[in-house]
């Protein structure tokens, strides 16, 4: 008997399917093969091994957590097959712009976030402030080089507008100067920009001024309607310790230190724009609300003491 | 073990029975999960989606599956989804060798390997043998079981998972090696 048959036989041995002549068979060949004997062993001990891994448990009720999207499934007599299309749009979400975007957020997520957008940028100001200024940086090459670069330029918008929240907490950044200028700029133009929200379109350096403004009007407002414009808000927590910054584009909440403006927490990007941050009086709880490209919202709750996500 | 019963009544529109065989199933559902994504954010994430699918197809289980075949089904279809979407798939062709009996095997034997280093080694498996070794070990499947959750033929299933221990021993067998020089 060769040994390749003998590990097949071995193989099913652990798994308790051999009868009783397959495994004397098995016994015999490693009683003379000292190789075999060992390569028994070795899967032996793995088989046990794997037998004995932890049977975690998560940490909360998960289904707790879905009851009130279920409740919202029920209510919307989605449940038990009376709509399996309403059922699946909710399970999986057909491929949307904020699905295909996924690549690009996982690329910048592994990017420090706030530094790594504070210098790309610095760098698009520089390269091209005259641009920028304008406002007419549509034709800016080097801002937009392809129009697959799209997602990722939306990603580099969003980021600017957390590093602008940053700012506002007195971040030191050697583009810190370049940014503030930018800020005035742009605040003396507010009113013009919230008009050209609606037409912005695809131009990006239009959805950066959007972004921006937020951080400089204080934050705190609705997100803007036109899908493409993606306000950050942001929420000082009543202890004054924190503060919430929704960065929507990539749709992940960030908490960070007012006194160090140190990074807290950032949540996983959600299917959708998060909003209407709510603070529990004793600054334990922040409630937020995370609206998908559909419009329904589901409502979550981040506990600042084990930084749990919950749905509620 | 989830009551017929309760099943039964689940499907029959009861609301309450749902949400409570939705609780019995939980752990479940989130163990697999978590030894496929290997990270507990996204096991959370993909046993809540898991669970949401459950309550929205509960009508379409019939009983001629096992409950709990169908319900791994629907849940390593969900992070099989997931992983694809999360990273390119690495290619394991490096590892895909027959055994190799080392001069040490007695010693290496003795040593045992930490859970940390199994999960970690798990998480190299090509999709299909993870989600093999996932089901025969965390959820004690027989061979028939896995079969019927991954709709594979179940020589397909033996092959995944024999393949799948050798590669695990021989991750493991590699990492003990690299450890003792580096």
């Known amino acids: 008997m060769k040994c390749q048959e003998v590990m097949e036989l071995m193989q099913r041995y652990i798994d308790g399917d051999l009868d009783q002549q397959e495994t004397s068979l098995m016994m015999e060949h490693a009683d003379r093969c000292s190789d075999c004997a060992a390569m028994l062993a070795r899967l032996q001990k793995l088989s046990s091994e794997l037998e004995q891994l932890p049977r975690v448990v998560p940490k909360f009720s998960i289904v707790d957590s879905i009851l009130p999207e279920l409740e919202r499934l029920h209510a919307a007599g989605a449940a038990i097959g009376t709509s399996e299309a309403a059922g699946d749009s909710v399970v999986t979400p057909s491929p949307s712009p904020v699905r295909s975007n996924r690549p690009a957020r996982q690329l910048f997520r592994k990017i420090s976030g706030v530094v790594a957008a504070g210098v790309v940028v610095g760098l698009l100001l520089f390269t ?12 800016n090459d080097a801002a937009m080089p392809s129009p697959a670069s799209a997602p990722m330029a939306k990603q580099e918008a969003s980021l600017f507008s957390a590093s602008g929240a940053m700012e506002d907490a007195q971040v030191q ?4 100067d370049v940014l503030r200028n930018k800020s005035e700029t742009a605040d003396s133009g507010e009113a013009d920009i919230s008009e050209g929200s609606a ?7 239009e959805e950066v001024e959007i972004a921006q403004n937020p951080t400089l009007t ?4 609705e997100p803007g309607v036109s899908g493409l414009a993606v306000p950050a808000e942001t929420a000082d927590s009543p202890n004054d310790k924190w503060i919430a910054v929704a960065v929507e584009g990539n ?6 230190g007012i006194e160090n403006n140190e990074l807290v927490y950032g949540t996983e990007p959600k299917e959708g724009r998060i909003g209407l941050l709510v603070w529990s009086a004793d600054s334990a709880v922040l409630n937020f609300t995370v609206t998908d490209a559909d419009g329904n919202e589901t409502q979550w709750q981040l506990d600042m003491t084990t930084f749990a996500e919950t749905k509620r | 073990m989830v009551e017929p019963a309760l099943i039964k009544a689940a499907q029959a529109g009861d609301r309450e029975a749902l949400v409570t065989l939705l609780r019995e199933i939980e752990n479940q559902v989130y163990r697999t999960a ?3 994504l290997n990270n507990e954010q996204d096991a959370l994430d993909a046993s809540q989606d898991a669970l949401i699918r459950i309550y ?3 009508g379409s289980y019939e009983e001629k599956a096992q409950f709990r075949t169908w319900v791994q089904r629907i849940v390593t279809n969900i992070c099989i989804d997931k992983f694809r979407r999360k990273k390119p798939s690495v290619s394991i062709d490096e590892h895909e060798m027959v055994f190799q009996a080392g001069d040490n095997v007695e010693t290496e034997v003795l040593s045992a390997y930490a859970a940390e280093e199994i999960r970690e080694a798990i998480g190299k498996l090509p999709e299909h043998h993870r989600t093999v070794v996932v089901l025969r070990y965390l959820q004690d499947f027989s061979y028939n079981e896995i079969a019927d959750s991954l709709n594979l033929p179940l020589n397909t299933v033996k092959s995944y998972l024999f393949r799948a221990r050798q590669q695990l021993q021989t991750l493991l067998h590699d990492y003990q090696k690299g450890g003792v020089r580096g």
């Open chain 1, 128 to 139: 091209n402030p005259g641009e920028w200024l304008q406002r007419g940086g549509s034709s």
């Open chain 1, 173 to 176: 950044d050697q583009h810190g």
């Open chain 1, 199 to 205: 037409g912005a379109k695809n131009m990006m350096p």
């Open chain 1, 218 to 221: 204080g934050g705190g407002e």
């Open chain 1, 251 to 256: 749709g992940t909440l960030q908490i960070y």
């Open chain 2, 34 to 36: 978590y030894y496929l």
């Open chain 2, 56 to 58: 929205t197809k509960i």
